[in-house]
């Protein structure tokens, strides 16, 4: 049986990995050891971000909310309530837009809700 020399494979394997470790500090941009601990630990760390990143949108959309429905007497709580007690399904990125860009129409919907 013929020997097998995988020098093609591990140059290429090591290639990949200081490839996705570059920019990182001192050894673990450029040792193998290093560079694959940090590598998988970042990728949790961009992992959890991401799905911060969505918890924190939905914040910004609620704050939101809540600014342009104070002017109208209400609260942001009260008028998720009467949202749901009325049926009216909106999500919060919807009312959030809509409140933005298209605030006579969310006013005409407070006052619908009201």
């Known amino acids: 049986m013929p020997r097998v020399k ?11 990995l200081l ?3 570059k920019g990182f500090r001192l050894g673990r941009k ?6 694959r601990t940090a590598i998988t630990k970042a990728g ?3 992992y959890t971000s991401r799905k911060l990143k ?10 939101s909310i809540n600014a342009a429905v104070r002017p109208n007497g209400l609260s942001y ?8 007690k009325k049926k009216i399904d909106l ?5 959030s837009t809509l409140a933005k860009d298209y605030p006579e129409v969310f006013k005409k919907l407070v006052e619908a809700v009201k």
Do not use: E, P
């Open 6 to 16: 995988r020098g093609t494979i591990h140059v290429k394997h090591r290639k990949n």
């Open 19 to 21: 490839k996705r470790a």
């Open 30 to 35: 450029n040792k193998m050891r290093l560079a």
């Open 44 to 46: 949790v760390h961009a």
């Open 54 to 63: 969505k918890r924190q949108q939905r914040g910004i959309w609620n704050i």
């Open 77 to 84: 709580s009260q008028f998720i309530d009467k949202l749901k």
């Open 91 to 95: 999500n919060r990125k919807t009312l």
